[in-house]
């Protein structure tokens, strides 16, 4: 059982930093990047990682469903397998658990910044919003996986790249096989779109949006400057 891992049955223990002011240094600090299928982050967060390693900072890069042996096996499952709402659910929290246990709150305790590609926003977004699962039973879990004795974990900053679905289609149409995800029509990401747009609203100063509908280097000049905005 690795540090932070709380025995069963106990209150899971988990370092918080949720509700504090954003320091001006990523140092620490769990980042997030979301968006629908196609927004284009991941080449976003691998410039990021670069840069802040080049400033000397430790990154630790990751994503979810995944980031551990029992997260990345859990991810297949999800993505691959056809399965009702409530395992989907149910799995991919389990996938989060295993993963701050073992991975974030590790590595957040030794100053690393943790660039995430997608975390708890994507559940709202993908299960809540977009197959339309009890919102309520995603927070209740988002409580259980995320509580520590300091509060909730959540992400320090959510860059959310956002895009409309019809070009995030046309951009999929030439990818590669697609996932159970991939596969969902255009209407279930305008649900997945509102669903982002909903948790950007109610949480305004954790939120960074993105206009991802622009080329790349614009994309990538426009979370330059809100970044240095912040001082980061
Ligand atoms: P994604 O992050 O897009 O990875 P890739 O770029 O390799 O396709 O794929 C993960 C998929 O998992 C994505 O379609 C959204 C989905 N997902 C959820 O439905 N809920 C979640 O909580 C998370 C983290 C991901």
Redesign the pocket.
Known sequence: MSAGVAPAGAAPRLEASGGSPVPSTPAGCLVTFEGI?GAGK?SHIGRLAERWQARGLQVERT???GGTPLAEALREL??QQPMDALTEALL?FAARRDHLCQRIEPALATGAVVLC????D??FA??GAGRGFDLDLLSTLERWVQQGPAGLRQPDLTIWFDLDPAIAARRLAAARAP?R??QQDEAFFHRVRAGYAARCAAEPARFLRIDAGQSLDQVGADLDAALAARGW
């Open positions: 299928d991941s994503r979810e469903p999800v993505l991919i590609d997608r975390f708890t994507a559940s993908y299960q996932d995800f991939e």
